[in-house]
């Protein structure tokens, strides 16, 4: 899953996500240094709009989407995704919902710390390695931190 680095929120619920998925998904910024060359089919400015999941057949699925089949990859959240495929309706709302909260950003990300505090998930670390076949980001770069706590 490719997110924005620079934004307090993401990172907040990257976390949230990333303990919740474990090793199954990779997460990286799309500010790192090899995304634009990794992947140039995607414009920047998509990244900017919405978090991207890069699934290791080549698909690209955004926004509320990718959050679901992210959330999909973690034993408890795999309901999600069956709800936004199946569900007449939340497909439709959870994009739209997606949408309101990308575009307020920092109210949101007062609301987060507000309900759920400002702690991260305690084992949460950005992580390159996928030894699920749960989607990830192609690893082509031995260079790319593991370790980068945002």
């Given at each position: 899953?490719v997110?924005?680095?620079?934004?307090?929120?993401?990172?907040?619920?990257?976390?949230?996500?990333?303990?919740?998925?474990g090793?199954?998904?990779?997460?990286?910024p799309?500010?790192?240094?090899?995304?634009a060359?990794?992947?140039?089919?995607?414009?920047?400015?998509?990244?900017?709009?919405?978090?991207q999941?890069?699934?290791?057949?080549?698909?690209?699925?955004?926004?509320?989407?990718?959050?679901?089949?992210?959330?999909?990859?973690?034993?408890?959240?795999?309901?999600?995704?069956?709800?936004?495929?199946?569900?007449?309706?939340?497909?439709?709302?959870?994009?739209?919902?997606y949408?309101?909260?990308?575009?307020?950003?920092?109210a949101?990300?007062?609301l987060?710390?507000?309900?759920?505090g400002?702690?991260?998930?305690?084992?949460?670390?950005?992580?390159?390695?996928?030894?699920?076949?749960?989607?990830?980001?192609?690893?082509?770069?031995?260079?790319?931190?593991?370790?980068?706590?945002?």
């Amino acid at each position: 899953m490719v997110f924005d680095g620079d934004c307090n929120f993401c990172r907040r619920w990257i976390a949230r996500w990333q303990a919740a998925t474990g090793d199954k998904v990779d997460y990286l910024p799309y500010q790192h240094p090899t995304i634009a060359e990794r992947f140039p089919e995607i414009p920047r400015q998509q990244f900017e709009q919405a978090v991207q999941l890069i699934e290791p057949s080549g698909d690209v699925h955004n926004a509320a989407e990718a959050v679901f089949r992210t959330l999909a990859c973690a034993p408890r959240k795999r309901w999600t995704l069956w709800a936004y495929e199946n569900i007449p309706g939340i497909g439709t709302i959870a994009e739209c919902w997606y949408r309101i909260v990308a575009t307020h950003r920092p109210a949101f990300s007062f609301l987060t710390r507000l309900l759920w505090g400002s702690e991260r998930p305690r084992n949460c670390r950005h992580r390159i390695g996928n030894p699920s076949g749960c989607p990830t980001i192609d690893r082509k770069d031995s260079d790319i931190p593991t370790g980068h706590n945002p």
